[in-house]
């Protein structure tokens, strides 16, 4: 049989289609970084500037742009203490999100153990919890342990709430892998660790990678589990910036550099890892 004929608009959208598209999504990408280059000259700009005029006039006038801004916010120790614990409530709560969900979807995967299929189903189970369900109770909980308004007690919500997503979502792409390479792998006598880390970890670095982006910015950017778990000396950015629009109201001086700096960071953890969150999202959807 030949090939299926095309209509009149199937040939017009194949002609032009590819130049058509590039375009509108440059277009869609400059639409999306407004809001962002709008965030970055506010900051550059003085509070009065800020409050008399929007920061698009900076372009008639560049002498507003200045440094003094970013000098404050580093001057301001609340806010430069809240920057340091979103790293130290971040970064654990990614790295164990992610070395105990890839054990466990390779378990789930590949291992065969009583109870394996219900105790999957009961951790996608949990997928539908809310995440305001377990505040209160956790809170009691963490309280009786002496960790509640700490930074441990933040991470441990982030990877007990986080590890359900996280083990669904690499389980599912740790079964795709060809049983054949990992029967080889065990005739060659490997343990079920060494396949692990040298069969299927490599294979799912872009799984890995795409998780890893997605928990680093939703712990980055989250706060409504920091506003009820972290104490004074564990607050993280998120916190501290909304502390200092409810004590000082406008106080754009602090809060357009803090609010580029909170953005700037998941920004460049996106970039670093985009080959490998492209490779995990098209994993699904090509053969």
Do not use: C
């Not at 440059?26 to 000259?41: E, K, Q």
């Not at 009065?48 to 003094?68: D, R």
């Not at 970013?70 to 990614?94: G, H, K, Q, R």
């Not at 986080?162 to 792409?173: D, V």
Request: overall charge neutral; cysteine-free; glycine content about 8%.
């Amino acid at each position: 049989m030949g090939a299926p004929r095309r209509g009149f608009a199937s040939r017009v959208v194949n002609r032009v289609g590819g130049g058509l598209v590039q375009v509108f999504l440059a277009l869609v990408a400059v639409f999306w970084l407004i809001p962002t280059f709008g965030l970055l000259i506010a900051s550059l700009r003085t509070e009065a500037a800020n409050s008399e005029s929007g920061w698009w006039t900076v372009f008639t006038e560049p002498a507003q742009l200045t440094l003094g801004n970013y000098a404050d916010l580093l001057a301001n120790p609340s806010i430069i203490e809240a920057f340091f614990n979103t790293f130290l409530i971040t970064v654990p709560s990614t790295v164990i999100i992610v070395i105990v969900a890839a054990l466990a979807a390779y378990a789930f995967a590949w291992i065969e153990f009583p109870g394996r299929d219900w105790l999957f189903l009961a951790v996608v189970a949990l997928l539908v919890v809310p995440i305001q369900v377990g505040l209160i109770p956790v809170a009691k909980l963490f309280g009786a342990l002496g960790i509640f308004g700490t930074i441990p007690g933040v991470v441990l919500f982030h990877v007990a709430y986080g590890l359900p997503f996280a083990i669904f979502l690499l389980r599912n792409y740790f079964a795709e892998i060809p049983r054949d390479l990992l029967e080889a792998a065990r005739m060659d006598g490997g343990t079920e660790w060494t396949i692990f880390h040298k069969v299927v970890m490599p294979l799912g670095l872009p799984a890995i990678a795409s998780l890893t982006i997605f928990q680093f910015l939703w712990v980055w950017n989250d706060m409504l589990v920091a506003l009820v778990f972290s104490g004074r000396g564990s607050q993280p950015l998120t916190v501290a910036l909304q502390q200092e629009v409810r004590q000082f109201g406008a106080n754009f001086d602090v809060l357009a550099p803090g609010a580029f700096l909170s953005l700037v960071v998941p920004l460049i953890v996106f970039f670093a890892f985009q080959r490998y969150f492209v490779q995990g999202v098209m994993a699904g959807s090509v053969k």
